[in-house]
């Protein structure tokens, strides 16, 4: 296994390509590791800070773990699809499974902070959350509301500093 330090920007191109299929976000709590997947987001440029945006929805276990952990790891499979494993991890809660096991992932220790990564991707951020904001509902447009908003599941948006950017290469 070897690491290929990168750039926070780099291979965001392939990063964004693969978002709208979805890519893995981490969590840790104590023991309980839990991965979700997600759509939205992206890295974004704020305070002089590299950082991952990420919107989470209230009814998420993600949400609760967030709430608690204050960091969280981006995985993004670039070479191998991972369909399954993000199709299951993007209906199921980690409330009633332990979707790592389910899915057969492969954890590995983050080399910042204290969340995994998924070893199966290739392309990962390890962020430390320094800033959240609740979805305003007076402040969105009403036609949004009414496509996403209509069981008022709002979003909780994540800034993440991203002290870590790496390909993944090899056996893992
Ligand atoms: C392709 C895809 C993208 C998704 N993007 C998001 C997202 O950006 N934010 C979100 O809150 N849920 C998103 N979801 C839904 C969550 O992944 C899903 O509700 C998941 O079961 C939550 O797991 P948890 O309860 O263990 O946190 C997405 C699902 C799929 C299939």
Known sequence: MEYLDLQYNEYTTEMYAQLEKGIFLTTKVDEKVNTMTIGWGGVNFIWSKNVFIAYV?????TYNMLEKAEEFTISVPLTNEMR?????????????????TECNLTLINGRKIGTPIIGE??????????YKQAIEPGSILDSVKERFYKNNNYHVIYYGEI???YMLKGEK
């Open 84 to 100: 399954k494993e993000l199709s299951f991890c993007g209906v199921k809660s980690g409330r009633d499974f332990d979707k790592i």
């Open 163 to 165: 002290v870590d950017t």
């Open 121 to 130: 991707c290739d392309l990962h951020y390890e962020c430390k959350v320094i």
């Open 57 to 61: 929805r209230y009814s998420r276990e």
